[in-house]
């Protein structure tokens, strides 16, 4: 089985600029996750889909971050315009769970994409 | 407050002996889910174990078990016989729900352990 895909590996951009995040899910999982990993901290989730409809994106900055998912399948996010903070490692990730299931499942993390903002 | 708390922000373990991560979980669910996950240096996110909050018995997983104390609301990750590989951070995970009496639920993650082994 394929795992997540996660694209670019690596990216470095001045402040103010745009960049964008794609991640391709593995086949099958109805959930899809971007989470925001600052140096030395746990994850932070940014947003959640459950096929292409967002369950939750309370911790988005809506001012500057989106997030879509066409199709239930791949899903890129963007952010526009840059800031310093958010230099971090972009994981997505994706799992079977599906809300309202009695089965749980982990979640399979992509790479990761590093962001650097200077 | 949904929250996942991880007190031991760096261990060092001697090779071959058994470690406890310490994990602390606050949430107001009656069901719910736990997750530890490794973070090796070279960033990927593997998963190690799980427990329901209805499962009974504690979960075990190769060297990987979880010490699930439900009252206490604790949920350490036990590695036995610890090797070098096992030099990574360390993440306790909890499935919470959004909303009260909402079946949408998110994945909250602790800051970390970072578990260095001596050789």
């Known amino acids: 089985e394929a795992g997540v895909a996660q694209s670019p590996r690596y990216k470095i951009i001045e402040k103010r600029q745009s960049v964008a995040f794609w991640c391709n899910p593995i086949?099958?999982?109805?959930?899809l996750y971007w989470y925001q990993q600052i140096l030395g901290q746990g994850p932070k989730l940014l947003i959640q889909?459950?096929?292409?409809?967002?369950?939750?994106d309370s911790q988005l900055p809506k001012d500057r971050f989106s997030a879509e998912r066409l199709k239930g399948v791949d899903s890129t996010l963007k952010i526009q315009p840059a800031k310093l903070e958010d230099s971090a490692v972009y994981l997505c990730?994706?799992?079977?769970?599906?809300?309202?299931?009695?089965?749980?499942?982990?979640?399979?993390f992509g790479n990761g994409t590093r962001l650097t903002v200077t | 407050a949904q929250k996942i708390t991880q007190t031991q922000p760096g261990m060092f373990v001697q090779e071959k002996e058994a470690v406890t991560l310490d994990c602390t979980y606050d949430t107001s669910d009656q069901s719910y889910g736990l997750f530890w996950y490794k973070q090796p240096s070279s960033g990927e996110m593997i998963f190690l174990i799980y427990?329901?909050?209805?499962?009974?018995q504690n979960a075990t997983e190769g060297r990987y078990s979880l010490n699930f104390q439900k009252a206490r609301k604790s949920a350490n990750l036990v590695i036995s016989a610890s090797q070098l590989g096992d030099s990574a951070m360390y993440f306790c995970?909890?499935?919470?729900?959004?909303?009260?009496?909402?079946?949408?639920?998110?994945?909250?993650f602790g800051s970390g352990t970072r578990l260095s082994i001596r050789p």
């Open positions: 427990q329901g909050s209805y499962d009974e």
């Open positions: 990730a994706s799992s079977l769970f599906r809300t309202g299931s009695k089965e749980d499942s982990p979640l399979h």
């Open positions: 995970a909890m499935r919470a729900t959004l909303l009260p009496y909402s079946s949408a639920s998110k994945i909250i």
């Open positions: 889909f459950q096929n292409n409809g967002v369950v939750d």
């Open positions: 086949s099958g999982h109805a959930t």
